[in-house]
RNA sequence: CGGGGCGUAGCGCAGCUUGGUUAGCGCGCAGCGUUUGGGACGCUGAGGUCGGAGGUUCAAAUCCUCUCGCCCCGACCA
């Protein structure tokens, strides 16, 4: 492609709506623009990078053995309250109608349908397992779209579901998955790490998320050298054993004014980790109440799937009081009529400190289960880097991530609803078992850029790049440079590489700016003085130092890099 | 949904407080000339329903009301 007639142009200034650096870059690269909130164009570089990731993981769905299907965007609403899940959904779901006033909506993703189609062809145990996928766009109105392509209203999304008879089946086929993905993403050029992650109120079993670890990630990611890694939603951490005593008689203590754990834990001469920390939470409109030792923190995900709330909410100062509950001196003992949960850490001592149910006034020696009863036990702590690793024992380390895929074990919620069944060899019918599989790939084009960037620009890992070269020709009349790179430029093309031939008549530090900006892995110059020595200087995008390589070797010279150099 | 900000040329912005000629500037764009290894320069030129509607006024980009859109923080995000 010649840049001269490339549609799209490169800026210098930076679009005022874009805040984060992958959305500056594209713009200024002219690789998308916006239409609407979270509704982008795509330009001819951006598309060309959004199908070649696209080739890898249609390359290695079909390896591990699924097969493509295209399914629509236009579903009935109806086919979303057989399943239960227009609640789940909520808001994000684009409704509309149509001319018979009948409700449809634009897919969010397509479980639903896949189901359904499977439930017509799939009868027998003889036709499972089964795997399909497909790369189509989705929609899903955000209440916040944002940086760019991150998080969008409508969305490339390749999904893939999974159909077998059994666990062991599922089991067999989502390791088969994963070690798909784990190929796509180092095919890409884009290393990501696997972490486990929550699978939601709907998920089933298990549930895996594939992380670009860069700091501008909005997903935290607590991990251990050992290899542990999970998203913080889900993360665990050993928190330890306090003094473990003999349990003492319960005692009111007199504590004016004190409300925070540290105030009233200094006060008792004491620590945060021999004391109750007590949380009220809205859920699904009921108070309840969430107990932690105080030296921990809530981990408000795992205590809404404790509860398997749809709604949760910490409760406002208005809703404690109302509750006759007493902001700062809340606590588990002397309390009646709530719900609650508490972390698995109250039983890791003895003798606690505990709000006392009136104002100024806490317990201490309180001891469970003697003084208070939990209606859950488990675990809803936050787990934290600096913690220590529940595997290994080795402390904790913490990173931020952009989710860039998410495999479920999704079991047979869905196929009980929706009615795919199959018989086994008895005759006897039962619900498949399924798995759902899914990457934003436009997602991962913006988290590609913001892990691989410099101040300059983009900088294309070689395997997704739009381009592989950029061909630079600093033409000067009565030379031949113009001459050169034409010959370079259609030498290239039929030795099969990829190269984007600047022929603007721009001075070189506009060829060279766009140049960085756009991002390609190489990049050839040809000018005066590199024809001096019969060469012309080749640059890699992501190193400072250039060389000059003899016009006669640079064509096969380009075949062996754009091969050989991982990035 | 709560909080904050912004809509003026393709892009970035000024002008608005205190209403008053043909609404400016930079980049980009078109033409001509001089330049050419890290965003050159000169001259000439094109390009605007000032987001939209209504109102106040002799007069509105500017004041008032309503409305639409976009961005950021939070809530939310199977």
């Known amino acids: 492609m010649r840049v001269t007639r490339l549609f799209g142009k490169t800026t210098r200034d930076v679009p005022a709506e874009a805040d984060t650096i992958s959305h500056q870059l594209m713009l200024r690269a002219g690789m998308i623009n916006q239409l609407s909130a979270g509704v982008y164009s795509y330009l001819p570089l951006a598309l060309r990078v959004l199908q070649k990731v696209e080739a890898i993981i249609r390359d290695e769905m079909n390896k591990a053995g699924s ?115 784990k190929a796509i993403y180092e095919r890409c050029g884009l290393p990501a790490i696997m972490v486990e992650a929550d699978s939601g109120a709907i998920g089933g079993k298990a549930s895996h998320e594939f992380m670009l670890p860069t700091p501008s990630g909005e997903d935290e990611i607590i991990c251990c050298s050992c290899g542990y890694a999970a998203n913080v939603e889900k993360a665990t951490c050993v928190k330890g054993v306090c003094l473990n005593d003999k349990p003492e008689p319960l005692e009111p203590v007199s504590t004016p004014g004190m409300k925070t754990i540290e105030e009233v834990a200094s006060f008792m001469r004491s620590r945060p980790s021999q004391t109750y920390k007590t949380l009220v939470y809205v859920a699904d409109n009921n108070i309840i109440l969430a107990v932690i030792r105080g030296d921990l923190e809530v981990n ?41 949960v508490a972390d698995d850490s109250i039983d890791s001592g003895s003798n606690f400190i505990a709000g006392g149910n009136k104002p100024d006034t806490h317990f201490k020696n309180v001891n469970y289960p003697r003084d208070f009863k939990a209606d859950i036990v488990t675990d809803i702590a936050a787990a934290r880097a600096g913690g220590k690793c529940a595997r290994c024992g080795g402390t904790l380390n913490s990173q931020q991530g952009i989710e860039v895929g998410h495999i479920f074990k999704l079991g047979t919620f869905l196929s009980t609803k929706l009615g795919a069944n199959y018989n086994d060899e008895q005759g006897q019918s039962h619900p498949i078992v399924m798995g759902c599989y899914g990457i934003g790939v436009g997602r991962l084009l913006g988290a590609a850029i913001e892990q ?25 009349d009565g030379t031949p440079v113009g001459e050169i790179a034409e010959k370079l430029y259609a030498e290239f093309q039929a030795s099969g590489l990829e190269v984007l031939l600047d022929d603007r008549k721009e001075s070189p530090g506009i060829k060279f700016n766009d140049a960085d900006l756009i991002g390609l892995p190489l990049r050839v110059t040809v000018s005066p003085r590199t024809l001096e020595k019969n060469s012309v200087e080749v640059k890699w995008r992501n190193k400072k130092d250039s060389e000059l390589i003899p016009l006669d070797q640079v064509t096969a010279k380009m075949v062996e890099w754009t091969r050989s150099r991982p990035k």
């Not at 909410?313 to 719900?339: C, I, N, Q």
């Not at 790049?465 to 600093?474: D, G, K």
Request: aromatic fraction near 10%; charge should be neutral.
């Open 300 to 340: 408000e995900i795992k205590l809404k799937n404790a509860l398997k709330a749809t709604d949760m909410r910490l409760a406002t100062e208005a809703e404690v009081r109302e509750a006759g509950l007493w902001p700062g001196f809340v606590s588990p003992v002397a309390v009646d009529g709530f719900k609650v």
């Open 452 to 476: 691989n960037h410099d101040d300059k620009g983009i900088i294309w890992p070689m395997p997704i790049a739009p381009y592989q070269i950029a061909l630079c020709p600093l033409y000067r």
């Open 67 to 181: 097969q493509e299907v295209l399914m629509p965007t236009l579903q009935p609403l109806e086919l979303w309250e057989t399943s239960g899940r227009v609640k789940a959904f909520g808001k994000g779901l684009f409704v509309l109608k149509d001319r018979k006033d009948r409700d449809l909506v634009l897919g969010p993703t397509h479980e639903e349908v896949i189901t359904t189609l499977v439930a017509r062809f799939v009868q027998s145990y003889r036709d499972l397992p089964q795997m399909l996928y497909q790369i189509q766009t989705k929609f899903r109105d955000e209440p916040r779209p944002r940086g760019g392509l991150l998080r969008v209203r409508e969305f490339t999304m390749k999904d893939l579901y999974s159909f077998d008879v059994d666990e062991a089946g599922l089991d067999k086929n989502y390791d088969i998955m994963l070690n798909a993905y």
